[in-house]
């Protein structure tokens, strides 16, 4: 088995600050995935990786930023918090080898002042 | 791009009974179909999956597919306390190098004993 971390598990920050949030995962998986959750809603992918070094845009990534330097981590900058993206992230992350099925990180819930 | 929608928004089952959930996707070139369930301040977890025309069933929990119609669904059978959580569709067309989602907005099933 494997886990995914995510860290902080709560950010708090100020309107118009930058804001980064972090994932990791012991899977050896290729892909990873950073999602948004509204209260009770759907996820809507942000960005997402296929491999070390590559970035794939989502259908949110205005006003996100991604990095993936090394297979085992993946990280999302929020460019300039604001008070309507107050939500859950959520790191995720899939092998083609078990068909892509993706398996989630506990989420880092982001509050702004 | 593709549209995933969910139906009905919340489901009251009592328990023992049959609870029905539904998913529709707007890309017939759609290859692969999953139901995630999350449970209240948890992380999303892959239920079921399938990839081709007709049904699957996994204990208490059936899967339709109609590619033809655009439609999924999930039955679960007995439906237990347990059960109550966010169930989330979701529909790939990628299929091979990445396991790129796309999720409806949910439905929230209460199971009361």
């Known amino acids: 088995g494997g886990i995914i971390t995510q860290t902080p598990k709560f950010l708090i920050g100020q309107e118009g600050q930058k804001l980064t949030l972090k994932c990791q995962q012991n899977?050896?998986?290729?892909?990873m995935y950073w999602y948004r959750q509204d209260s009770g809603k759907g996820l809507r992918l942000i960005y997402y990786?296929?491999?070390?070094?590559?970035?794939q845009k989502g259908d949110l990534s205005e006003g996100y930023d991604a990095s993936r330097e090394k297979k085992s981590s993946f990280s999302l900058t929020v460019t300039s918090a604001q008070k309507n993206e107050m939500a859950v992230f959520l790191c995720?992350?899939?092998?083609?080898?078990?068909?892509?099925?993706?398996?989630f990180g506990p989420g880092t819930r982001l509050t702004v002042l | 791009q593709q549209n995933v929608q969910q139906s009905p928004e919340s489901l009251i089952v009592p328990e023992g009974a049959r609870t029905s959930l539904n998913c529709t996707f707007s890309?017939?070139?759609?290859?692969y179909f999953w139901w995630y369930r999350q449970h209240s301040g948890k992380a999303p977890k892959a239920l079921m999956?399938?990839?081709?025309?007709g049904e699957k069933e996994e204990g208490r929990f059936t899967i339709h597919l109609n590619k033809a119609s655009l439609h999924f669904s999930l039955h679960i059978r007995d439906s237990q306390p347990s059960d109550s959580a966010l169930y989330l569709c979701?529909?790939?067309?990628?299929?091979?190098?990445?396991?790129?989602?796309?999720f409806g907005e949910g439905t929230q099933v209460t199971v009361i004993s």
């Open positions: 979701a529909v790939s067309n990628t299929g091979g190098l990445s396991g790129k989602l796309t």
């Open positions: 995720a992350s899939s092998d083609r080898d078990r068909g892509h099925e993706q398996y």
């Open positions: 899977f050896n998986h290729d892909t």
């Open positions: 999956s399938i990839f081709s025309n």
């Open positions: 990786s296929i491999t070390e070094n590559d970035l």
């Open positions: 890309d017939s070139a759609s290859q």
